[in-house]
């Protein structure tokens, strides 16, 4: 919502109670949201050591929700900051979590962020000529959801002129013209 000051003097408070009392569970959490905190002011090298010891104090406790909450969004920190393969590896991770927990929204979340390291969970039995690449998917999912390109740009953290041009590559494999057929099949595709 953008109150980041407001945020700030909610957090500190929480912080310094989990700190006194030893909670890593409540440490985890409130390093989480410092984590998301400093990424949303730009101050990198904060949102990384809060991700870090988040994942530090989910280790010490059976909170696997917590810690692949926690992976979850510190691998999309990474990927935004273009650090692709350390971004996959927190990605993956979480998914393995999510996957196991049956947490199927936030595996979703993390299918997008994933597909936006290049990298796609879901197995395919064998390659087909109208296969979309984990960028062409993760660019129909978000324009299926309403998104624009601009919006789907600023998701996936690349050009408009890229989302043009996947979305291109999407319509010209699955033989689709316009967003309303590429709802359609979607949809046909998660019922399949």
């Keep these: 919502m953008g ?3 407001e945020a700030e003097a909610e957090l500190a408070p929480f912080e310094e109670l989990a700190a006194v009392r030893e909670r890593h569970s409540a440490q985890a959490a409130a390093g989480r949201v410092r984590g998301l905190l400093e990424a949303a002011q730009g101050r990198n090298e904060q949102a990384t050591t809060a991700f870090e010891e988040a994942l530090e104090h989910a280790r010490m406790v059976p909170m696997p929700f917590e810690r692949a909450l926690i992976q979850l969004f510190y691998g999309a920190f990474l990927r935004r900051s273009g650090q692709r393969k350390a971004a996959a590896a927190q990605l993956g991770a979480a998914h393995e ?3 196991r927990l049956g947490a199927r929204p936030y595996l979703e979340v993390g299918d997008r962020e ?3 390291c290049g990298q796609v969970r879901a197995r395919r039995s064998a390659p087909e000529a109208n296969q979309l690449t984990p960028y062409e998917t993760a660019v129909a ?3 299926v959801e309403g998104l624009s390109n ?3 740009a600023g998701e996936l953290v690349i050009s408009v002129k890229t989302v043009e041009y996947h979305l291109s590559a999407i319509y010209r494999k699955l ?3 316009s967003r309303g057929q590429l709802a359609v ?8």
């Design 114 to 116: 994933l597909a936006g």
């Design 175 to 177: 033989d689709l013209r």
């Design 97 to 99: 979590v999510f996957d």
């Design 150 to 152: 601009r919006e789907v």
């Design 185 to 192: 099949h979607m949809r046909h595709e998660l019922l399949n």
């Design 141 to 143: 999912r978000l324009v």
């Design 3 to 5: 109150r980041l000051t």
